[in-house]
């Protein structure tokens, strides 16, 4: 599939479309959308997301328990601030082995 998009929306240096953080003109995947890193937090099974969010970007953390479930449960939402940055949020411990997450945002 093939896209056309204007020359100044992909060298804009305001404009962060996939909401990473990273303004168009110098990320080098500008429409991939946030990649979220989820690592295990304390000895109890509870997990740490993080990403790299734009500034002034409201995100929702949701997730579902089995991959074929055909319905998104919101966990959090997170506000990024005035200057975006790393952000993050725990799932405590009841939140079990093979969860799967997904984060959307509001610019």
């Not at 319905?71 to 799967?100: C, I």
Request: glycine share 10%; charged share 20%; net charge negative.
């Amino acid at each position: 599939m093939r896209y056309l998009l204007s020359s100044d929306l992909v060298t804009s240096t305001t404009i962060d479309s996939d909401g990473d953080g990273i303004v168009n003109a110098l990320d080098q995947n500008p429409f991939d959308g946030v990649r979220v890193v989820v690592e295990p937090w304390g000895s109890a099974g509870a997990k740490l997301l993080w990403w790299n969010a734009a500034a002034r970007t409201e995100y929702t953390v949701q997730f579902r328990d089995d991959v074929a479930d055909s319905q998104w449960h919101d966990l959090k939402r997170v506000y990024s601030g005035t200057s975006g940055g790393v952000v993050g949020t725990l799932d405590g411990p009841e939140s079990g082995a093979n969860r799967f997450y997904r984060v959307t945002y509001q610019p």
